[in-house]
């Protein structure tokens, strides 16, 4: 395959120029790494998802509301990764018709070399804290505005939500389920989420 290089400085272009050759540095990694596992990188970002997402929402359905892809595609990528081992599928306990996706050992190995901390190091790196900090607070507004006004479903951080709780004792629950939340759960994404 012939990899095109193209000029990393962009000087005189818009936000969304510099915004979309930041999310292709990001696409390409993850395509580099599908490549090799032989995958597509829908099936990469399935991967990433479950990776991330909480008990509510590791069902096919959330997948691809998350993504916003079709049912189809969602449902043909999480053949092709469970035959390849990448995911599990688990009835739910309490309903056998509720589908629950887990990454197995070699799903999260794949995830693992695709930590997008990683990814955007360089990015970061020419940032102070304080900058930081401003272009989060600016991401977070935006997004939040983008999905309020869109009717979307905002897929949050647990911890974020306003159905998160914390009890005097640290103890951490969610209000709309009345479910106590372990520690590892409140960054977890839920699809109950709403801001």
């Avoid at 990764?81 to 589908?99: A, C, H, M, P, Y």
């Avoid at 949050?156 to 939340?181: M, P, Q, S, W, Y």
Wanted: net charge positive.
């Amino acid at each position: 395959m012939v990899s095109i290089r193209y000029p990393v400085i962009m000087t005189g272009h818009q936000l969304p120029d510099y915004i979309e050759r930041w999310a292709h540095f990001v696409r390409h990694e993850r395509r580099l790494t599908a490549q090799k596992e032989g995958l597509q990188p829908v099936h990469m970002d399935v991967l990433l998802y479950l990776a991330r997402c909480n008990k509510f929402s590791n069902r096919p359905l959330a997948v691809a509301d998350y993504l916003q892809l079709t049912k189809g595609t969602v449902s043909q990528s999480i053949k092709l990764l469970e035959k390849k081992g990448f995911i599990e599928r688990t009835l739910n306990f309490s309903d056998k018709r509720q589908v629950h996706l887990f990454l197995t050992h070699r799903g999260r190995e794949i995830v693992k070399s695709l930590d997008n901390t990683d990814q955007y190091q360089p990015l970061l790196a020419a940032l102070n804290d304080r900058d930081q900090a401003h272009l989060k607070n600016i991401f977070d507004h935006t997004l939040k505005h983008h999905i309020q006004n869109s009717n979307l479903t905002s897929f949050g951080l647990c911890r974020t939500c306003k159905h998160h709780r914390i009890h005097d004792n640290d103890e951490r629950f969610c209000a709309l389920v009345r479910e106590k939340l372990f520690p590892e759960e409140i960054n977890q994404i839920c699809r109950e989420h709403d801001y």
